[in-house]
T-cell receptor, first 114, second 109 residues
């Protein structure tokens, strides 16, 4: 149990376009999901906390107008990178915590902006 | 600010024991987790310590000393498949995780 999926697994887009990444909890409901970004050979950095039915909470330094988060249901959160630029190229990972003390991570989405 | 420091890289041979340390400075603390991540993959949960002491799960053990803001992950009977990056992470308020700098473990034959 406790499986989290992401789609797509990788995406290549042109600079200036928007990209939507989906995160789904497959066998549990998640009122809270988390979005992370990871650059090569670096750690995971929390971008925002996605709350079902309310606005996302963004970490300091993360532009909320650039990284739009929608938690439409108890099993789906989406991250939209708007007007993507090459510096947004990264590995984006979501997670959810069906029970205390243990977060389950999605397989990640590798975004490359040309 | 918040910081979690780990050694950047550790090397060991198959069958050996290795310890990966983590020192942290955070504004809120509920516990320390450890995650394994293979290249290109998702982090997978290994262990969690909320209280001081040692937690053992098979070949992996994790230790926490809250008074020293220190913890470590102990890997025994190393196997080639253990080559990966290992992250400590502090659990703060609202279930947030703050990840450490990460340690790349390379296991050789």
């Amino acid at each position: 149990g406790a499986v989290v999926s992401q789609h797509p697994s990788w995406v290549i887009c042109k600079s200036g376009t928007s990209v939507k990444i989906e995160c789904r909890s497959l066998d549990f409901q998640a009122t809270t999901m988390f979005w992370y970004r990871q650059f090569p050979k670096q750690s995971l950095m929390l971008m925002a906390t996605s709350n079902e039915g309310s606005k996302a909470t963004y970490e300091q330094g993360v532009e909320k107008d650039k990284f739009l988060i929608n938690h439409a249901s108890l099993t789906l959160s989406t991250l939209t990178v708007t007007s993507a630029h090459p510096e947004d190229s990264s590995f984006y990972i979501c997670s959810a915590a069906p029970r205390d003390n243990e977060q389950f991570f999605g397989p990640g989405t590798r975004l490359t902006v040309l | 600010g918040q910081s979690l420091e780990q050694p950047s890289e550790v090397t060991a041979v198959e069958g050996a024991i290795v310890q990966i340390n983590c020192t942290y400075q955070t504004s809120g603390f509920y516990g320390l987790s450890w995650y394994q991540q293979h290249d290109g993959g998702a982090p997978t949960f290994l262990s969690y310590n909320a209280l001081d002491g040692l937690e053992e799960t098979g070949r992996f053990s994790s230790f926490l000393s809250r008074s020293d803001s220190y913890g470590y992950l102990l890997l025994q009977e190393l196997q080639m498949k253990d080559s990966a990056s290992y992250f400590c992470a502090v659990k703060g308020g609202f279930q947030k995780l703050v990840f450490g700098t990460g340690t790349r473990l390379l296991v050789s034959p």
